[in-house]
């Protein structure tokens, strides 16, 4: 007995010696140096010399002479969080010796051309365009290679969301300046014309489903009590159960409020804690919508979700919409608030020419049924920045059939996925296009981009292994095509980093089978219709590329 009392202490003191578990900490990737260039204001016009300053982030640890360039384009936000998130490019990067580029979009970040006032007059904000933030980009790219004294190397393109769609744009618009392209959660259909709006939210409801499939159903009740609280004129419980500080005076503020909440979680769905919210956000809003004494309100329930991400602190006695919601041209969300730069950025962008049909129909989503208005959309675009949305004029200038080496990556927890470049739509393409497709599950917005981590699913990790086979495989293409003889007619047409047209290829079936796990699925299980892909389809990577090169 005595003998057994001892092992007990001495277990009970091993126990509590023990250090405690460690919180997890998303790796981030070294500090950037950081650059500051000058551009021009207006790329186009010879006769305006005024110039601004651009950020540029440049990491060159990893870089050997004769390596490539990898580039990513900022996007919407301050460049450094881009370059935060893009772990899976360090990692490839240190593996090849790459020079690592990643220059600030004009307008967002630090990158305030005339400031955060006079950058926003009218005659000003014009100058906030893709085409001149691309020749930004282009003239950042040669500033590095003259500055470093990089000669002639493939450039790869990287960017996730708004950067991955001007990944795409660039490689296809300048094939001479971006060899190839890795396009991740660039929804570059989500247009007018090309998909149906209310597939994003359609995708936000069915993920809210994933952990409890009564959840949508107690949001959609909460919405009925909403809608009758406006028409009794008893908007009182919005003050009691949903917790609103001060009750807006018209119902779509609150919807809206409530739209954005769900569109950030579904967006950051992530295995792992980040960026304030918990892991799986959307399974924990649900949680805690089930959690708590039952027989509150379905109100009371809403409030308990959306505050996930509007009260992730826990200590807010009542939510302020003001603060937490900024309305704009986007219904998923612009950021901040009024004032911000990046939120008044994009706010401008989202009225002329990134002009995505987002919207909810109340039938495939949990949410009051407001149909896309490009009608409306332009009578506030116009009161707001006296601009006219031109939702058909994006993929005129960058025709996405003409796609030509760019891997396009989307993740089937991301609301955005129905607007990407699906497995589905390589018959779009030409097998020489050498274009490849990955529909991942278990991912949500660029996940595929983040950095390894032990919480990641199976079939990121797998689909990060066959993204990088495909970029290594482009690298020695690239390689062997610089040492060919010109002479050579085979090497002439592979040889051509500046044109859209490829070198051979072999087809998607010569894959190496250990490449994927056993639950990747061939494109053809997908359905091959342009509207919003079943959600019902099967688990694991869907793969389909045009072709693949030989390693």
Known sequence: MTRTVLLLLALVAAVLAAPPERTFTYPLPPDPDEYHITQKFDHFNDKDQRTFSERVLVYDKYYKEGGPIFFCPGGESDVRGGYDHN?????????????????????????????????????????????????????????????????????????????????????????????????????????????????????????????????????????????????????????????????????RLVDLWVENAFAQLGMEDYPYAVSGLPASPMKAACQAMKAGDPARSPLAQLADAVGVLYNATKDLKCFNISEEYYTCADITGCGGGVGDPDAMSWDYQSCTDLISNVDTNGETDMFPKALFNLTALTAYCQKTWNSVPQPYALLKRYDISKSRRIVYTNGKLDPWYPGGVLPDMLSRFP?????????????????????????????????????????????????????????????????????????????????????????????????????????????????????????
């Open 87 to 251: 772990g899976f490019m360090f990692r490839v990067a240190k593996k090849v010796g790459a020079f690592m580029l990643f220059p600030e979009h004009r307008f967002y970040g630090k990158t305030l051309p005339l400031g955060p006032v006079d950058s926003y007059l009218p005659a000003n904000i014009k100058m906030l365009t893709i085409e001149q933030a691309i020749q930004d980009f282009i003239g950042a790219i040669d500033w590095a290679k003259k500055t470093w004294n990089i000669k002639n190397v493939p450039i790869i393109a990287f960017g996730g969301s708004y950067p991955g769609d001007l990944s795409a744009f660039m490689r296809i618009a300048h094939p001479d300046v971006i060899y190839a392209a890795h396009a991740a959660s660039a929804p570059v259909y989500y247009r007018l014309g090309s998909l149906s709006g209310g597939s994003f939210f359609q995708v936000v409801t069915h993920d809210f489903g994933l952990s409890d499939p009564t959840c949508p159903g107690t949001v959609r009740h909460a919405f009925k009590q909403i809608k009758q609280a406006y028409a009794d004129g008893k908007t009182d419980v919005l003050s009691t159960d949903l917790r609103l500080c001060e009750v807006p005076a018209t119902q």
């Open 431 to 551: 097998a020489s296009a050498d274009v490849h497709a990955f529909l991942i599950d278990g991912a949500a917005h660029h996940l595929d981009l983040r950095a390894d981590v032990p919480q990641d699913p199976p079939a990121v990790r797998a689909a990060r292994d066959a993204i990088e086979k495909i970029l290594l495989g482009w690298l020695n293409q690239a390689s062997s095509s610089s040492s060919s003889s010109s002479s050579s007619s085979s090497s002439a047409s592979a040889s051509s980093a500046s044109s859209a047209s490829t070198a051979s290829t072999k087809p998607a079936s010569s894959l190496p089978a250990s490449t994927l796990p056993a639950s990747t699925h061939a494109a053809s299980s997908r359905p091959a219709d342009n509207a919003a892909p079943a959600l019902a389809a099967p688990a694991g990577v869907l793969l389909a590329a045009a072709a693949l090169l030989a390693l």
